[in-house]
Nanobody, 114 residues
Framework: VQLQASGGGLVQAGGSLRLSCAAS????????MAWYRQAPGKEREWVAR???????NHAASVKDRFTISNDSAKKTVYLQMNSLKSEDTAVYYC?????????WGQGTQVTVSS
């Protein structure tokens, strides 16, 4: 099983990016999908999670700016990021949880210039 994240890049403050993460292989039944991020010199932090039923949670720091969504049939999770700030600069990681274990993607760099 591999999770392939894409969509990162360099954007000016106030701009938008959309991250995608697709699972390949026999991942099994996914219970939730999430995004985390890690800025230079900081610990990895949770950003957003979406559950099988469609309910979502977002960290307070990104609420009302970021939106997590998914396409279960495609085993893909998205993160729409609007009104980006310099403090959003980080490597963004996707993860998918199953009953057996969690799977992590390789990360995609998001850089916001002020």
């Amino acid at each position: 099983v591999q999770l392939q994240a894409s969509g990162g890049g360099l954007v000016q403050a106030g701009g938008s990016l959309r991250l995608s993460c697709a699972a390949s292989g026999s991942i099994g039944s996914i219970t939730s999908m999430a995004w985390y991020r890690q800025a230079p010199g900081k610990e990895r932090e949770w950003v957003a999670r979406i559950y099988t039923g469609g309910s979502t949670n977002h960290a307070a720091s990104v609420k009302d700016r970021f939106t997590i969504s998914n396409d279960s049939a495609k085993k893909t999770v998205y993160l729409q990021m609007n009104s980006l700030k310099s403090e959003d600069t980080a490597v963004y990681y996707c993860t998918m949880a199953t009953i057996a274990r969690d799977y992590w993607g390789q990360g995609t760099q998001v850089t916001v210039s002020s």
